[in-house]
């Protein structure tokens, strides 16, 4: 993006900056009256910040009661940081100037190297696009005072396809946003070229590596759309911002879940704000994960909030089918599982034989094909036909109450749920057999009538494209992360 200061806001800084350092002279000790800040440059520089948020931020010199980007900060550091100005970094050096600023603690990379036993490889989480992370331990030993935490440590690979950009998005996201439903992050190291992220540790891991396992007895029915909930949650609150926040990465192995499933996103390397004013759209850089990005974003290159409501509805398919949005092990029709499957998720019947079998006997089919619908409309290729996350959250809130009470008749025997097809054999739930999903699929792709219309698809005439035909995307190298 560059700089975004104009000529125009330099010299009316400029000059409302002599004039505040004049009445500083004339009435020492008198800090209330910032000539400097009266609201026609204030407003300027606040529409050149929203411009600017994310990993091309610009520092910024105003009063911190001044609208913000982002939701409040947690109240101890509000009291502490009432009379301080807003520093926003666009790049490491400025970070290093001006860290007072932030809500996180500031480690040196000895004190990681203790917090990972010296980044021993028994320490290892997990591996992606921007590096290694670990499993750390915060206590006396690392820093006096330090009450023992557990932490994930993320160290970014100087020869990873992520680099200071997308780290310091992070820093500058996870530092001012809280909520339940995001992972927190503690702290940052940045001595010389090291680039690291403290980060509360998700002793569950991702939601990809529960998900994808054969026999996976943790991903049950209920616990699937309660997680499918919390993300839901965390994507709505980044809409929902005031000014809004476009996660641009949603995928399974982005959402980490604690020791009680509950699910938070992670990972805000790709994040950006949303458009302002006028604006439909932001134009920008094609990235993200092949499989999960949105076809128009990736043809145009036009970000919208709707381009994440895609993401979800991809990672929703994955957790009603188990299989993952892109699998070349897979058949040639069957490697793209969005081309594949979203026709046939308004067939009820066809629908049935393709859910994932380990959950067989966990769920009505009316719940069922409630949750399919929602998919199915997150995944218009029409933007305009999906819903937003606000309404996402409205429809999975109401599948959870009836869910406790399918589970509690199902635990009981006193419950029919999901109906097995006569001509597909029923499989125990942990027997996720090939050869019985095989079957299921040529059920389900057996010739069928021309598909209906869901009630909440926008009239043809409305649409952009076609919702029934496969959707093309430009072959292009624009993932970041091949995780």
Known sequence: MGNCYSSEVDEQYQRQEQQYGQSLNKNPGTTNSLNWCERPVIELWKERLKNCVGADRVVVVAPTNANSTFPKSAESNRTAKANSVVVIPKNVRDLRQNPGNSNLDIFTYEEMRLATKRFRPDQVLGEGGFGIVYKGVLDENVRPGYKKTEVAIKELDPEGIQGDREWLAEVNYLGQLEHPNLVKLIGYCCDDDHRLLVYE????????????????????????????????????????????????????????????????????????????????????????????????????GHLTARSDIYGFGVVLLEMLIGRKAMDKRRPSREHNLVEWARPLLNHQKKLLRI?????????????????????????????????????????????????????????????????????????????????????????????????????????????????????????????????
């Open 201 to 300: 540790y998700m002793a569950s891991g991702s939601l990809e590596n529960h998900l994808f396992q054969r026999v996976s007895a943790t991903m049950t029915w209920a616990r699937r759309l309660k997680i499918s909930l919390d993300a839901a949650k965390g994507l709505a609150f980044l809409h929902g911002a005031e000014r809004s926040i476009i996660y641009r990465d949603f995928k399974t192995s982005n959402i980490l879940l604690d020791a009680h499933y509950n699910a938070k996103l992670s990972d805000f390397g790709l994040a950006k704000d949303g458009p302002m004013g006028d604006q439909t759209h932001v134009s920008t850089r094609v990235m993200g994960t092949y499989g999960y990005a949105a076809p128009e974003y990736v043809m145009t």
């Open 355 to 483: 859910l994932d079998p380990r959950m067989e006997g966990q769920y009505s089919n009316k719940t069922a094909i409630k949750v399919a619908n929602l998919a199915y409309q997150c995944l218009s290729q029409n933007p305009k036909g999906r819903p937003i996350m606000s309404q996402v959250v409205d429809i999975l809130e109401s599948v959870q109450i009836p869910q406790r009470r399918e589970n509690a008749s199902i635990q009981s025997g006193n419950s029919v749920t999901h109906e097995v097809p006569k001509s597909i054999p029923s499989n125990p739930p942990n027997n996720h057999s090939r050869q019985n999903e095989n079957e299921r699929v040529k059920d389900a792709e057996a010739p069928m009538s021309k598909p209906e219309r869901s009630k909440s698809e926008p009239p043809n005439e409305d649409d952009l494209y076609n919702p029934y035909d496969d959707i093309m995307f430009v072959q292009q190298d624009f993932m970041i992360d091949h995780s």
